[in-house]
T-cell receptor, first 114, second 111 residues
Framework: DARVTQTPRHKVTEMGQEVTMRCQPI?????VFWYRQTMMQGLELLAY????????DSGMPKDRFSAEMPDATLATLKIQPSEPRDSAVYFC????????????FGDGTRLSIL | SQQGEEDPQALSIQEGENATMNCSYK?????LQWYRQNSGRGLVHLIL?????REKHSGRLRVTLDTSKKSSSLLITASRAADTASYFC???????????FGTGTRLTIIP
């Protein structure tokens, strides 16, 4: 079974540090999404890419977050500098073409900022 | 922001019983999808229903959609302990490419 792979699964770091989360989408999927899940806000879309081009990052705090797709097999989400309020589970999902298709999620990166 | 609101927030039933979860949304949609999330894992797609469909089945799952009421329901028949998870509805708005997820229903199946 093809799967979306996210690394690391867990990350604990102190505020002010840079955090990089990585995602390997399912081979052949051309759309990649980054979500953040918290108890208070639920699941929020941060950004998404199609064919490696960023289409929408309006859900992302611009001053500290950045998302890129260096190649078709790797998507990254960076936070610099990190803050305690960034503590959450970050999910990557991939899919085909338009949102009509289901999204396939990785198991997430659980991030704790102390 | 979340468009979908699930009801109830939490549900506990005995194994073998049927579980029904409801989802309400606010704007017109292209389709509505249901996902399951086991503890500590990512979301798994269960079923997709298009705006011109009223009912869809997949195994023990039955989904209904009422676009006039902007609501959907997910029925899991003959529940099993392995069905214990959180269930989310997600809507794709017309002319939109982004899914908007609901708040989720936490389902517990008691063996």
């Amino acid at each position: 079974d093809a799967r979306v792979t996210q690394t690391p699964r867990h990350k604990v770091t102190e505020m002010g540090q840079e955090v990089t989360m990585r995602c390997q989408p399912i081979l052949g999927h051309n759309t990649v999404f980054w979500y953040r899940q918290t108890m208070m806000q639920g699941l929020e879309l941060l950004a998404y890419f199609r064919n490696r081009a960023p289409l929408d990052d309006s859900g992302m705090p611009k001053d500290r977050f950045s998302a890129e797709m260096p190649d078709a097999t790797l998507a990254t989400l960076k936070i610099q500098p990190s803050e305690p309020r960034d503590s959450a589970v970050y999910f990557c999902a991939s899919g085909l073409t338009r949102g009509h298709q289901p999204q396939h999620f990785g198991d997430g990166t659980r991030l704790s900022i102390l | 922001s979340q468009q979908g609101e699930e009801d109830p927030q939490a549900l506990s039933i005995q194994e073998g019983e049927n579980a029904t979860m409801n989802c309400s949304y606010k704007t017109s949609i292209n389709n509505l999808q249901w996902y399951r999330q086991n503890s500590g894992r990512g979301l798994v797609h269960l079923i997709l229903i298009r705006s011109n469909e009223r009912e869809k089945h997949s195994g023990r799952l039955r989904v209904t959609l009422d676009t006039s009421k902007k609501s959907s329901s997910l029925l899991i028949t003959a529940s099993r302990a392995a069905d214990t998870a959180s269930y989310f509805c997600a809507t794709l708005g017309i002319g939109n490419e982004k899914l908007t997820f609901g708040t989720g229903t936490r389902l517990t199946i008691i063996p």
